[in-house]
Structure formats: C-alpha cells, structure tokens
C-alpha cells in the first residue's frame, strides 16, 4: 500500500524554500549571465540519460504517440536547465527543433521568472514557455486549461512533493505524493509517456506511488549503474516511463 511507503519531512518539500532558493538563484544571474543554477542529478548523469532515452525513443519510432509536433512539458522546471539541454541535444539531433514544443511549469513563482530570464537572454530564437501552477491543487488553472502533453518529465518533482506530509484538505486528507499522479493524468492523452527521474524511491517504490494512484502503468525504464550491499541490488537513482493504461 502507497501509506507504507514515506520520506521524512523537510524544509526541501516547502514553497517557502524553494521561493527562496530561486529568488537567490535570479539575484546571481542578474550578476553573471553564466549563472544559471544548479543542475540536479549531475553526479548521476540522469538528466543526459533522460534525453538520451527520448532521442532513442523518438529515432526508433518506439513513442505511442505519432503527432507532427511534439509537446513537452516539464513538471517542476526550477531554472528550466532540463528544457534547455533538451533543446540543446534535440536542435543537433534533428538539425533544427520546430517540431518540438517546450513548457515549463513550477508552483515557485520565483522559479519561473527565474527560467523565463535565462530563456530571454540566452535562447532568444527559441520559445519556451514558463507559467506558475501548483500541481496539488484541484482547480490550478494550469491544469484546468486541459491542453494535453505528450512527453511530460519529472526530474526530482515527486521526489520534493513526498518530503511534505502535511494532509491535503481539498483530496479528503491525502498527502502530496498519493495525489501527483492523478493530477499529473489530467495533463495527458492516452498514448502521452511520464518520465520520472527519482532518487528518494527505488523502482518498486515509485511503480507503487504511481499505478496505486492512478490508471498509469510502466511502459519503459532507463539503466543505470546498479550495486550491491547485504545481498540486494540497487542504484541510486532511477527513472520509469509511464503511460495511461
């Protein structure tokens, strides 16, 4: 059952926190433009192994979907360092990137002013798209727009959300990590894919979050480095692929 399975509360699950992580992050990029904030997971190389994976997906056609254009979103941009190596790595792929549609979203207002600049000044032929919405929130206007994603990423999201306990009264009580994944549902067609990218939970651990809370169900997952202590094996980080089952 999902209520077995917790993370101790910390500062790092609060609005307050990451309000003021980012507002330090704008203030250092306000004074040097090459400045633009931490990229999390580095030490693991996750955020590389994230866009290796949809390169290979979408060269081998191995997708459910098949649209022309193809719209990303990324769930708790931060400094929106993900979408812009995206991008990146999509633009070199491709030779041009017109087919791809990049949105982020973060219930940090200062996160998105934060990535908006960044976009601004260093990306300024391309149009990302960067609005506020907190995913814990029944009637957020972000998801009630019902626009639909077909690749929506999560790179430490969830991870954030299960370090608050606090009971949500709008979802009869339930905490933030037992209500992501259906809220995360309303933003996806049947055949959308959601990478997640964790290094709170282990595979199983984060396959039960999520298919215990919703219709999603695994479709793929990326290999990592794996080792052993005590007879189990495991990584310190993982990322699944879900899809709407």
């Known amino acids: 059952m999902t209520e077995e399975i917790r993370l101790?509360?910390?500062?790092?699950?609060?609005?307050?926190?990451?309000?003021?992580?980012y507002?330090?992050?704008?203030?250092?990029?306000?004074?040097?433009?090459?400045?633009?904030?931490?990229?999390?997971?580095?030490?693991?190389?996750?955020?590389?192994?994230m866009i290796s994976f949809i390169i290979d997906k979408l060269n081998d056609q191995e997708f459910p979907f098949h649209d022309e254009q193809i719209k990303f979103l990324d769930l708790g941009t931060g400094n929106g360092h993900l979408l812009f190596q995206l991008n990146e790595d999509l633009e070199e792929e491709y030779d041009g990137s017109e087919k791809f549609i990049f949105t982020g979203i973060d219930y940090s207002p200062d996160s998105v002013e934060?990535?908006?600049?960044i976009a601004k000044r260093k990306y300024e032929d391309i149009e990302f798209k960067f609005e506020q919405s907190d995913l814990l929130k029944s009637n957020d206007p972000f998801i009630i727009k019902g626009i639909k994603y077909n690749i929506l990423l999560d790179k430490g999201t969830l991870d954030a959300i299960a370090l608050n306990q606090d009971p949500i009264e709008e979802f009869n009580g339930?905490?933030?990590?037992?209500?992501?994944?259906?809220?995360?549902?309303?933003?996806?067609?049947?055949?959308?894919?959601?990478?997640?990218?964790?290094?709170?939970?282990?595979?199983?651990?984060?396959?039960?979050?999520?298919?215990?809370?919703?219709?999603?169900?695994?479709?793929?997952?990326?290999?990592?480095?794996?080792?052993?202590?005590?007879g189990i094996k495991g990584s310190t980080v993982c990322s699944i692929a879900f899809t709407i089952q």
Not at 114 to 117: G, H, M, Q, S
């Open 8 to 21: 101790n509360s910390s500062k790092l699950g609060t609005k307050e926190y990451w309000n003021q992580f």
């Open 23 to 49: 507002q330090v992050e704008k203030k250092n990029f306000e004074t040097n433009e090459d400045d633009t904030g931490e990229c999390w997971f580095d030490d693991s190389d996750a955020e590389s192994k």
């Open 114 to 117: 934060f990535a908006a600049n």
């Open 174 to 230: 339930k905490i933030g990590m037992e209500v992501y994944a259906s809220q995360i549902e309303r933003l996806m067609n049947k055949d959308s894919v959601l990478l997640i990218t964790s290094c709170n939970f282990t595979e199983s651990e984060l396959i039960t979050i999520i298919e215990n809370n919703s219709n999603l169900k695994v479709w793929d997952k990326i290999n990592y480095p794996s080792f052993e202590f005590g």
